[in-house]
């Protein structure tokens, strides 16, 4: 019997860590195009902005361009800005400060595309959405945490996918995933260019399990931070869109669901 039940749990976990990725990479929106609407469409229909479990078989996004001037550059976004302000169970943590980037009729006039960090910016990122981007502003790392939209309840989501613009150096840029006692459990590289010949460039990477497991991500940004370093060995990164499955609460633990099972696949048995 014993036996049985740790082959079992085995079986559980592996189905459920279990993932499937979506990959692009390419000069500009189309040649992601296909990729993303895959990946929407894997994760059902969108579920909007609100509070709670609109539909846990449909999905988030987060696409920047709605978010205020007064949340955007020079302005830092609050890190919980899409949990509470404008509600879809997405907070942002391991860094200081996050940034919107400004859009072409800020009342500051603030330059587009965090260009006010570097002028090279104009030409270095590109939208994937217009026409707004998104960063970390004082490290190159940052975490996406997950609650059950508008409420402190920590959550899960199945799957998380996102937009890099400027992606030159490959191994770098990731999208690391992690369950809900903290154990990463997928990373996933981004593709990029490989080298820094081309300026521009849009790349998507998303993973979906095969339930909800994913308490956070932790997103890396190429190897430098938003400044004045850029080329010449410094790959600066930033993101747009945000894809995700909807967040459900946390279960006490994979044990106790593993566990609920064994007891009533017993009871169908033993009837």
């Not at 980037?101 to 910016?121: G, Q």
Request: aromatic content about 12%; overall charge negative; hydrophobic content about 40%.
């Amino acid at each position: 019997m014993k036996t049985t039940f740790f082959f079992t749990l085995a079986a559980l976990t592996t189905t459920v860590f279990s993932q499937t990725e979506f990959s692009a990479f390419g000069a500009d929106s189309s040649a992601i195009q296909s990729t993303v609407d895959g990946f929407r469409a894997a994760l059902g229909p969108n579920n909007g902005v609100g509070p709670g479990i609109i539909n846990p078989d449909g999905r988030r996004e987060i696409n920047w361009d709605a978010v205020p001037d007064s949340f955007s550059s020079p302005n830092d976004l609050p890190a919980n800005f899409f949990n509470n302000n404008s509600k879809r169970g997405a907070v942002f943590s391991g860094a200081q400060r996050f940034r919107v980037s400004a859009d072409n009729d800020n009342p500051t006039n603030t330059p587009p595309l965090f260009a006010e960090f570097n002028p090279d910016y104009a030409n270095t990122f590109s939208v994937f959405s217009q026409q707004r981007l998104f960063s970390s502003v004082d490290s190159n790392v940052y975490d996406v945490e997950f609650f059950v939209s508008g409420s402190n309840t920590r959550g899960l989501t199945r799957a998380f996918g996102a937009v890099f613009t400027d992606v030159d150096l490959n191994n770098l840029s990731s999208i690391e995933f992690f369950d809900q006692s903290d154990r990463s459990i997928h990373t996933m590289f981004v593709n990029g260019q490989g080298d820094f010949t081309t300026n521009r460039s849009l790349s998507f990477a998303g993973a979906m399990f095969a339930a909800p497991v994913i308490s956070r991500v932790r997103i890396t940004l190429g190897n430098s931070a938003l400044g004045s370093l850029d080329g010449d060995g410094h790959d600066v990164v930033v993101n747009d869109d945000f894809i995700y499955g909807e967040v459900v609460p946390e279960p006490a633990s994979m044990v106790a669901l593993a566990g609920g099972l064994l007891v009533n696949l017993r009871r169908r048995k033993s009837k």
